[in-house]
């Protein structure tokens, strides 16, 4: 069965004070492992792909990085705007299956 | 604008009334599917279509039926709604299984009393 851990669950930060949030994995015949970010009463927003293990990608501050069992979303002197929950999902056919999230607060 | 749309945005219902959700897409996506959000429990698949009248369940198909009649719509029917069924419900259409991700709606907030 495949299952998808996110961890912390809850992350506060300070404005410019870098971190990384962890995606573990397991699932049989990866297609792709996605990230979204999710803002209150919203639908879950696309911010990458990542389809085999070394793969990196970026988008503004944010940096997305996958191995064989988990990946790392990096974000880079956050800012408040950042603050959102961030969905991490893994696909093995037709649909996506998704971690719980992490809930990040950026604070000035 | 691509996107998929879902109708109602909010709807309180009561127990038992039978109900629609529709889900529209504009992006010739071949698979769609149905989500429902909870605390605690996050996003859950309830169907998905594979493409036109190929449905399959997810992990929470009871008290759900779909229908894919045509490509860009994907109904959610509640039959009997009860009140567990209270949830955040989004509806999201991907073009293909080479691990595109998928595109959401706005989502569905639905109250049962």
């Known amino acids: 069965e495949d299952q998808v851990t996110q961890s912390p669950e809850a992350l506060r930060l300070q404005e410019g004070e870098s971190s990384s949030l962890n995606c573990s994995y397991t699932?049989?015949?990866?297609?792709?492992l996605f990230w979204y970010r999710q803002d209150p009463g919203k639908g879950p927003e696309f911010l990458f792909t990542?389809?085999?293990a070394g793969e990196e990608k970026e988008k503004e501050r944010l940096k997305a990085t996958l191995t064989k069992k988990e990946s790392f979303l990096h974000i880079t002197a956050p800012k408040p705007e950042d603050s959102a929950t961030y969905l991490c999902?893994?696909?093995?056919?037709?649909?996506?299956?998704f971690g719980k999230g992490t809930s990040l607060l950026v604070t000035p | 604008e691509a996107q998929v749309t879902q109708n109602p945005r909010y709807l309180i219902t009561v127990t038992g009334k039978k109900l629609t959700v529709t889900c529209s897409q504009n992006m010739n996506h071949e698979y769609m599917s149905w989500y429902r959000q909870d605390p605690g429990l996050g996003l859950r698949q309830i169907y998905y279509s594979m493409n036109v009248e190929v449905t399959d369940k997810g992990d929470v198909p009871e008290g759900y039926k779909v229908s894919r009649k045509e490509k860009r719509n994907f109904p959610l029917i509640l039959e009997s709604p009860s009140p567990n069924q209270t949830s955040l419900y989004f509806c999201a259409s991907s073009p293909g299984d080479r691990g595109y991700g998928y595109t959401f709606g706005s989502g569905t907030r639905l109250t049962v009393v």
């Open positions: 990542l389809y085999s």
């Open positions: 699932v049989s015949g990866l297609r792709g």
């Open positions: 999902a893994v696909q093995a056919r037709y649909a996506l299956n």
